[in-house]
């Protein structure tokens, strides 16, 4: 009688490996969310440039009193252009913070002209060293920040639509209530 080799068996005890997991991973809460390791903890230090005639965004901002916001943007980030009027209007309620990501002077200074200025202050990462530190992978992203300068929720993404209404706002107000 014929042995049955034992690697017969390896591939479908791999197949059903994945199918496992991947059952696992739809089955969470927010299989599309990055999570950060950052909120809860300190935000970190900032860059010490800015664009000529802009006030320099620095640390001790971020650790004044009430809720703040940092978001990191770029003139040539189409969905930094769409969430711009969002951002202006916040900045009628409370602080909104700015750091440009790789942009040169330039193109951002003439963004800002064009479009209006919502940042109290504002920093700039040409090499992108400060979006590694805060863990941004791509611009738009917006953090909200606490009296203390701790980080409270990031969001990924245009502050735009049902995404800023369901998901940013809830954070913001919840942020908000708590000072």
Not at 52 to 66: I, N
Not at 82 to 92: C, D, F, G, N, S
Not at 113 to 123: C, I, K, N, Q, V
Not at 151 to 166: A, K, Q, S
Request: net charge negative; charged share 20%.
């Amino acid at each position: 009688m014929a042995r049955i080799n034992p690697l017969i068996a390896l591939p479908p005890l791999v197949f059903g490996g994945l199918a496992v997991m991947f059952l696992w991973g739809m089955q969470r809460e927010n299989p599309g969310e990055l999570p950060s390791a950052l909120v809860g903890r300190e935000a970190p230090p900032i860059g010490q440039q800015t664009l000529s005639g802009k006030v320099q965004l620095t640390d001790e901002m971020l650790r004044q009193p009430g809720v703040k916001i940092v978001n990191f943007w770029a003139s040539w980030c189409p969905p930094c252009r769409a969430e711009h009027p969002t951002l202006t209007e916040l900045a009628k309620e409370l602080p909104v913070y700015g750091i440009d990501l790789k942009d040169p002077e330039g193109a951002a200074s003439s963004f800002l002209s064009e479009h209006g200025d919502p940042f109290r202050a504002l920093a700039t990462d040409p090499r992108g060293r400060t979006a590694i530190d805060w863990g941004v992978t791509a611009p738009p992203e917006t953090f909200i920040i606490d009296g203390d300068g701790q980080i409270l929720y990031r969001h990924v993404g245009p502050l735009i639509r049902e995404d800023f209404t369901n998901r940013f706002l809830p954070q913001l107000e919840q942020a908000r209530a708590a000072e």
